[in-house]
């Protein structure tokens, strides 16, 4: 089995900044592309950000420029650093993996439970 914990959301003042940890732990023979998702209430999940396993990284226009996300292949995690927050970045955030079990040879598509981050104005 795997699984994705996630880490680190919160309640921060708008302007304030934010670090989302995700670790994969598991019988895991390798991750291919991971990423966050958010879903506020009322609206469907909307990508984030991705990255490859050679660090390519993908964002949504609403975070460029004030979100990062990175990871460390050693340690299995992804992490998404979020600055100057703004309330309508208030939702769930989603971690998002594909990951390839010992003793298989294709790649599932795996989620975390979530983490709430809550911007007030």
């Known amino acids: 089995q795997v699984q994705l914990v996630e880490s680190g959301g919160g309640l921060v003042q708008a302007g304030g900044s934010l670090r989302l940890s995700c670790t994969a732990s598991?019988?895991?023979?390798?991750?291919?592309?991971m990423g966050w998702y958010r879903q506020a209430p009322g609206t469907q999940r909307e990508l984030v950000a991705t990255?490859?396993?050679?660090?390519?990284?993908n964002y949504a226009d609403a975070v460029k420029g004030r979100f990062a996300i990175s990871r460390d292949n050693a340690k299995n995690t992804v992490y998404l650093q979020m600055n100057s927050l703004k309330p309508e970045d208030t939702a769930v955030y989603y971690c998002?993996?594909?990951?390839?079990?010992?003793?298989?040879?294709?790649?599932?598509?795996?989620w975390g439970q979530g983490t709430q981050v809550t911007v007030s104005s």
């Open positions: 598991g019988n895991i023979f390798s991750i291919n592309a």
């Open positions: 990255i490859t396993s050679d660090d390519s990284t």
């Open positions: 998002n993996a594909f990951i390839r079990m010992i003793g298989t040879t294709y790649y599932g598509n795996y």
